[in-house]
């Protein structure tokens, strides 16, 4: 809660125009990292090493490189290695003191991908990913071979070490090469991992047919290979065969091609595309811009989809399925594997990480080039194609069906609880709007049975811990009653037998203690749905709840905060009423009354709520992560908590 809507009196010293800052660009970098790389975690740390690839991967893009090295030396440096033309070195026309180098290593929003002329499509775009990298390494060190000459120049910390050198000639080589040390000052104990390198320099390969990667690595880590060479003159088609491995398809071959948009729009870039159905796994899809994976999607998925859509739809009416029609995106996603990369000029991303792509021309572009191809390859395949339509209209009957029985199931699903009166119901007959609670004990059950919505609002209280079914025998999960319970309430089975279109309740939010126990069995509860239902979390369906730990009261004058630390903050500055402040530490939700539950937890106009999500750079790291933390090993979870203890900055026991 703000100042002004607290009622509490500003605090802090004299605010004039000495209490001004202005950073120089590497000092900002290093002082929020978020803003850049999105952290200081692992994905933030190997982000680092993507940023400078994705340059290589640019100039081999442009026709300039044809190999890139990824190279993970015992010490913990990397290097990244290609041919291409070499970053250049001349002085700065601009600033004649330095060269271009320095220029781009040294300072934000700069570099050669604004104008378009030295570059048609990139994945750099902003000028900040070599600076960003300089100024959170502790050592770096840049290597350009130019008309057969040598030339380095070392960095510290996102400062020069001295000025740009000639180190004499290099008759057969060309390109820039870049090492550098992520610095323990802002990742702390965390490492760079070889499997995880593995898997990007391989991934990259796949997205340019016409470049090889080649990989190596001083440090051992499981079955990640020490050397290899990556070359894959099938693109996406070859990686999706390879990621589905034995599993039965609905087409023999893979729906596959490219299409280069200056020969069919007249503007530069071009889309790749690979995508089979299968009934052995769930449907996903991987998308890339200009070789940048965008996790989150974007326009270019939204134009590959209505494509696919429009046409199977166009091809069902052909063949006189009148049931084609019933076909949806959600149909198409169920059992479809696909993987788009395009390239286009100028991308517009959301943030900096560059998880979404926003070009609204990327989906009319990706539509069009994916339409044309996809009419013709079903018409020549009429088998697959066949196979495919079958599949989806079953798809489709049965999302139908299960529509039709969720009016009467709504009426019923308290009586096929086990434990009848557990679930709290809320009247709404239809999903939309609805909100499940899960909450700790019967008593905090009781105060949100008074601080609820009864038209929307339901809640379902848990006795004790939830089953850690990580840690769990497989048999235990279908005999625990509170996982049971939990099920039934939401309509839904676990792991296989999970459908997202049976869910019962739009929203399901984690309403636990604001402590360490509180927190623990909501650890529990989102490992439950991760690893038993995942299209629940990926579909925006769960949340946390944030209620507040104190209460604090001045005369007229309260004030809810979450922490310590602000409690602490209040108490010395006071709220702005008089006489002194009366402090309650809620010790569970239960001990708060229906109002207070209501204004800071419940209530959507007041409440904060924090959505779950998984965020990941390449598939399955998430899984393996919580694992780590939440399966039988614990001499995982203590080498965890070794590489991350200095991020503990404070442990209020």
């Known amino acids: ?48 090493v993507a940023e400078i690839m994705d340059n290589s991967m640019d100039e081999a893009v442009a026709g300039h490189a044809t190999w890139i090295e ?53 994945g750099g775009l902003h000028g900040v990913g070599s600076s960003v990298v300089n100024a959170l390494s502790d050592h770096l060190r840049v290597e350009v071979a130019q008309n057969r000459e040598l030339y380095a120049m070392e960095f510290s910390r996102g400062l020069p070490q001295g000025k740009l050198e000639k180190i004499g000639a290099a008759p057969n080589r060309r390109g820039t090469a870049v090492t550098f040390h992520p610095d323990a000052e802002i990742f702390g104990a965390l490492k760079l991992r070889p499997a995880r390198l593995f898997a990007m320099a391989r991934s990259k390969a796949y997205l340019f047919s016409g470049v090889e990667i080649r990989w190596k690595s001083a440090l051992p880590d499981g079955d990640t290979p020490m050397e290899a060479n990556f070359h894959f003159p099938g693109g996406l088609s070859d990686y999706l065969n390879e990621t589905l491995g034995g599993s039965t398809t609905y087409a023999e071959a893979p729906f596959g091609g490219m299409v280069d948009f200056k020969e ?61 029609g019933t076909i949806t995106r959600e149909d198409l996603i169920t059992g479809g594997c696909a993987l788009v990369s395009c390239f ?33 390859w079903l018409a020549a395949d009429t088998k697959s194609a066949g196979a495919i339509l079958d599949f989806l209209v079953l798809r489709a009957e049965e999302r139908l069906r299960r529509r039709q029985e969720k009016e009467t199931a709504r009426k019923t699903a308290t009586k096929k609880l086990r434990l009848p009166g557990k679930l709290t119901d809320c009247t709404s007959k239809t999903r939309e709007g609805t909100e499940l609670f899960i909450v700790e004990g019967d008593s905090a059950g009781g105060s949100g049975k008074g601080a609820r919505n009864r038209n929307t609002q339901a809640l379902l209280p848990l006795k004790g811990k939830i089953l850690n079914v990580l840690g769990a025998a497989s048999g235990k999960l279908t005999t625990n009653a509170e996982i049971s319970d939990l099920c039934e309430a939401l309509g839904v089975g676990m792991g296989t037998k999970f459908n997202l279109d049976d869910l019962r309740y739009d929203k399901i939010i984690i309403m636990t203690d604001a402590d360490v126990d509180g927190a623990h069995i909501a650890s529990l509860l989102m490992t439950f749905f991760f690893t038993q239902m995942r ?96 399966g039988k090993k614990p001499e995982l979870r203590f080498q965890y908590i070794q590489e991350n203890a200095r991020f503990v900055e404070e442990l209020d026991v």
């Open 535 to 630: 299209p629940l979390i990926d579909n925006g369906h769960l949340y946390l709840a944030c209620p507040p730990l104190y209460r604090l009261t001045q005369g007229a004058k309260r004030l809810y905060v979450a922490d310590d630390i602000e409690k602490n903050h209040w108490l010395e500055k006071g709220l702005g009423g008089k006489g002194k402040i009366d402090l309650q530490r809620f010790k569970g939700l239960g001990e708060m009354d229906a109002k207070d539950l209501k204004e800071t937890t419940m209530d959507p106009a007041t409440r904060k709520l924090i959505r779950v999500t998984v965020d990941e750079d390449i598939p399955g790291e998430t899984g393996d992560l919580v694992e780590r933390l939440m």
């Open 70 to 122: 990824l190279e993970l030396h015992a010490n913990g440096h990397v290097t990244v290695r290609d041919n291409g033309r070499g970053i250049p070195i001349g002085m700065h026309p601009k600033d004649p003191t330095k060269s271009a180098l320095e220029i781009i290593f040294c300072t934000l929003n700069a570099g050669g991908k604004f104008s378009g002329d030295s570059y048609e499509t990139s």
């Open 264 to 324: 069919k729009f007249g503007t530069p870039g071009k889309v790749e595309w690979a995508i089979n159905w299968t009934p052995s796994r769930d449907g996903f899809i991987q998308s890339y811009c200009n070789t940048i994976p965008t996790p989150e999607g974007g326009t270019h998925e939204a134009g590959f989809w209505a494509a696919i859509l429009k046409g199977i739809k166009a091809y069902g009416e052909l063949v006189g399925n009148r049931k084609a």
């Open 1 to 48: 809660m703000s100042d002004l809507l607290s009622g509490a009196q500003p605090s802090g010293k004299n605010y004039d125009a000495s209490s001004i800052q202005v950073l120089e660009d590497m000092e900002h970098v290093r002082l929020r990292p978020g803003m850049y790389i999105g952290g200081k975690d692992d994905r933030a740390l190997h982000h680092m």
């Open 344 to 376: 286009i000029r100028e991308p517009e991303f959301v943030g900096q990480t560059k998880d979404r792509l926003a070009t609204t021309e990327a989906q009319r572009m990706v539509e069009n080039a994916v339409r044309d191809h996809f009419d013709n």
